[in-house]
């Protein structure tokens, strides 16, 4: 049973551009939840989603980031007209939907703004 | 609203010696409390998870945690530290099915 998958596992962008992160969830989960982890910091919840719903969106910013959770294939975060500010790590986990709330983590993309 | 305190963001052991990580957190209902490991450029691995069961929960190489309600504390504790530990700790909240919140991390270093 393969894991999360995240890619590309290394994203380099330019100001202004756009930064797509993809993530396959694990066999058999329909949750999904995405993480941004600055440096030298924890992670920071940004948003959770369920097949074709947003359920949390409360860590997400205001403008530029959206994601979305299709009925056939892998979620999408994307972030518009990128800044410097968006250099981060972003993971990517899943759970199975039952109570214990149990999330399998991805390897994270690493996105780097130039 | 939940949160978690880790105190200390750096620990310093010795190879052989007892490891204690700590964690306390806050929740307006019965949480569920997790700590995830995390080595250089990686994800982050689940080494073990209180879910309202047994209050010593032991997880995967040799660490296990005990969930103390009365101190709203969940400390990762390991009796041998081995150079393979070192790497990055974190204590997570959550209240069941939903979003996990992090505590900000404790970098333990082993030295031979």
């Known amino acids: 049973n393969a ?26 989960h329909s949750h999904v939840y995405w993480y941004r982890q600055l440096p030298e910091e924890g992670l920071k919840f940004m948003v959770y989603l369920q097949k074709e719903n947003i359920i949390d969106e409360s860590g997400m910013p205001k403008e530029r980031f959206s994601a979305e959770f299709p009925k056939e294939g892998p979620s999408i975060l994307r972030i518009q007209q990128v800044v410097r500010g968006d250099s981060a ?26 | 609203a939940q949160s978690v305190t880790q105190l200390g963001s750096h620990v310093s052991v010795s190879e052989g010696a007892l490891v204690l990580l700590r964690c306390n957190y806050s929740s307006s209902v019965p949480p569920y409390l997790f700590w995830y490991v995390q080595y250089p450029n990686q994800g982050l691995q689940l080494l ?65």
């Open chain 1, 3 to 28: 894991g999360v998958m995240q890619n590309p596992r290394h994203l380099v962008r330019r100001r202004g551009q756009e930064a797509r992160l993809r993530c396959s969830p694990m066999k058999g």
């Open chain 1, 89 to 114: 790590a972003y993971f990517c986990a899943s759970s199975p939907g039952d109570n214990n709330n149990e999330q399998f983590f991805g390897p994270g993309t690493r996105l780097t703004v130039l």
């Open chain 2, 48 to 112: 073990l998870k209180y879910t309202s069961a047994a209050t010593l929960v032991k997880g995967i190489n040799g660490f296990e945690a005990e969930f103390k309600k009365s101190e709203t504390s969940f400390h990762l504790t390991k009796p041998s530290a081995h150079m393979s530990d070192a790497a990055e700790y974190f204590c997570a909240v959550s209240t069941g099915f939903q979003k996990l919140v992090f505590g900000t991390g404790t970098r333990l270093l082993v030295s031979p």
